[in-house]
């Protein structure tokens, strides 16, 4: 089993920086894939970045590529978001997710999720 708990979120303006946390609990995180998703009020959940368990491959949605970075450290059992320059339409509740299977953390079809953290960005 995997627990996912985020941190990180908060209200911000319009250019600027957040960086969201995942921390993990469980001996076999560093062996997962992992992401983020997003949902905004009124949508259906979309996919943001994800990671694979080595840090060798990478990927963003179109939306923020440029602008938000995944990482991981796997000694601290926890992934990273980095969201720099951030958009109105960033808002959303950020949703970290994790599973063997990286084609399952990239469908949005992962055996782990947290809770979410809020992000709201003010124009």
């Not at 209200?11 to 921390?23: E, K, M, N, T, Y």
């Not at 938000?68 to 980095?82: C, E, G, H, M, P």
């Amino acid at each position: 089993q995997v627990q996912l708990v985020e941190s990180g979120g908060g209200l911000v303006q319009a250019g600027d920086s957040l960086r969201l946390s995942c921390a993990a609990s469980g001996r076999t995180f560093s062996s997962y894939a992992a992401g983020w998703f997003r949902q905004a009020p009124g949508k259906e959940r979309e996919f943001v970045a994800a990671l694979s368990w080595s840090s060798s491959v990478r990927d963003y949605a179109d939306s923020v590529k440029g602008r938000f970075t995944i990482s991981r450290d796997n000694a601290k059992n926890t992934v990273y978001l980095q969201m720099n320059s951030l958009k109105p339409e960033d808002t959303a509740v950020y949703y970290c997710a994790a599973s063997g299977a990286w084609s399952r953390v990239r469908a949005g079809d992962s055996s782990y999720w947290g809770q979410g953290t809020q992000v709201t960005v003010s124009s």
